[in-house]
């Protein structure tokens, strides 16, 4: 038996969700182990930076490397020295949108030689229903039994340490021993919990995402109706949410992405045989949007003849991530129909073609409004004119006129 070190291991917990769960834990004053094969990003961390957009991560960082109960490592032998493993990796789908599980079964076999019966697995992915199970059975074939939670994470990217301490976590186990580990394991946290049986748990984070994707792709659709109609969106949602409670739940039109959002709408239409119309329908719009938009722009500007400016290419406001983002399909598109594009964000660093803001604006003759960051707020446009499907910048949705092809 190898000697623990550790009270837990976050497995990839050099990302996007697992390091925020990593900072929180280690605040708990848990020895927290990250593993994970990102060794640039670990060598960053162990720098003391955070190398994404997080609230308050770089505080906790900061007290961790001072308490030094946080090890940073890339080898998988550091899993087999914590009592609790928490498991915190991508999940995708293929180009087909079916459910890839090659990441889920890639990450145990590299951890099987470390595992133990004594241990307590957390997986914290988003995952197809029935991997919690089925993953069970997998180890247990190959000789360890320990015990098995699912417990999704719900939380939103760049609010992650302050939801984690907030929400209410979904908890569930393949034997009442698990569930009862991972109550005492979230209660470290100050976590209210929601006990659920696996599949249960598995379709709970599934059910939330494609709540969401779908309330964005209604908007969607709203916005798409009223803008071939000539008629303001913006104008027509505030009207309808003024002191009418029931609307207000009702988002504004954009432009609805990310690594998220899609990929679990298209595993929960998988699940479904392909028969989650509502789910093929929100993919439909929102992928959509941007062709529709820009077949708008075609119709008012002689775009064949001149430069758009792309400002934002994060998949969201205020943040620094561009995974799947609509951004570059926006980009794709019209690099085919203009004369050029130019891009540009205040937070993504990982893109090497961004120009500064100031020269996006001035050498474009049209802008789009890709991501609502909040510099953008008050933007100096020099009057030319922007795509704002989010209503953010005070001037309405419509595609304003321009140069007439």
């Keep these: 038996m190898q000697s623990e070190s550790f009270d837990v291991c976050v497995v990839g917990g050099a990302g996007h969700i697992g390091l925020p769960f990593a900072l929180v834990l280690a605040s708990k004053g848990l020895d927290v182990a990250i593993y994970d094969i990102d060794q640039a990003a670990l060598d ?105 939670s699912c417990c999704p994470e719900r939380v939103l990217q760049g609010k992650a340490i302050e939801e984690l301490q907030s929400l209410p976590q979904v908890i569930s186990g ?53 803008s071939s109609a000539g008629v303001d969106y913006d104008r027509i949602m505030r009207a309808v949410k003024h002191n009418y409670p029931r609307l207000q739940g009702l988002p504004s039109a954009g432009y609805a992405a990310g690594p998220c959002l899609f990929k679990d709408t298209m595993q929960l239409n998988a699940f479904a045989k392909n028969q989650f119309q509502l789910g093929q329908a929100a993919m439909n719009v929102n992928e959509g949007l941007v062709l529709h938009v820009v077949g708008q722009m075609e119709q008012q500007f002689d775009l064949a003849n001149m430069t ?36 540009t964000d205040p937070y993504v660093t990982v893109d090497p073609e961004l120009k500064p803001l100031e020269d996006v604006i001035e050498k474009s003759d049209v802008l789009v409004l890709c991501a609502p960051h909040r510099q953008y707020r008050d933007l100096h446009l020099d009057g030319k004119p922007v795509v704002d499907v989010w209503g953010y910048l005070g001037q309405g949705t419509l595609v304003p006129e321009g140069t007439v092809a």
């Excluded at 998949?315 to 019209?334: E, G, H, M, Q, T």
């Design 44 to 148: 960053v961390i162990a720098a003391g930076r955070v190398p994404f957009i997080e609230d308050g991560a770089e505080a906790l960082l900061a007290d961790a490397i001072d308490r030094g109960n946080l090890h940073l490592s890339s080898q998988a032998q550091v899993a087999g020295q914590a009592s609790t493993l928490v498991v915190i990796i991508g999940t995708d789908v293929d180009r087909f949108t079916n459910p890839d599980l090659d990441a889920v079964r890639a990450c145990f076999e590299d951890l099987l030689p470390h595992l133990r019966d004594d241990q307590h697995i957390i997986l914290r992915s988003t995952v197809f229903p029935g991997t919690t199970d089925w993953l069970a059975g997998w180890l247990a074939d190959h000789g360890v039994n320990p015990m098995i």
């Design 174 to 226: 393949t034997s009442a021993a698990a569930v009862e580990a991972a109550e005492a394991f979230f209660a470290r946290i100050g976590a209210e919990t929601v006990r659920l049986a696996p599949m249960e748990a598995e379709f709970a984070k599934l059910f939330s995402n494609a709540y969401r994707y779908i309330s964005f792709a209604i908007a969607n659709q709203f916005y798409m109706i009223t």
């Design 308 to 343: 758009v400016g792309l400002l934002g290419m994060a998949f969201k406001a205020d943040i620094d991530d561009i995974r799947s983002s609509l951004s570059y399909k926006f980009k794709r598109l019209l690099q085919f129909k203009t004369k050029q594009v130019l891009t």
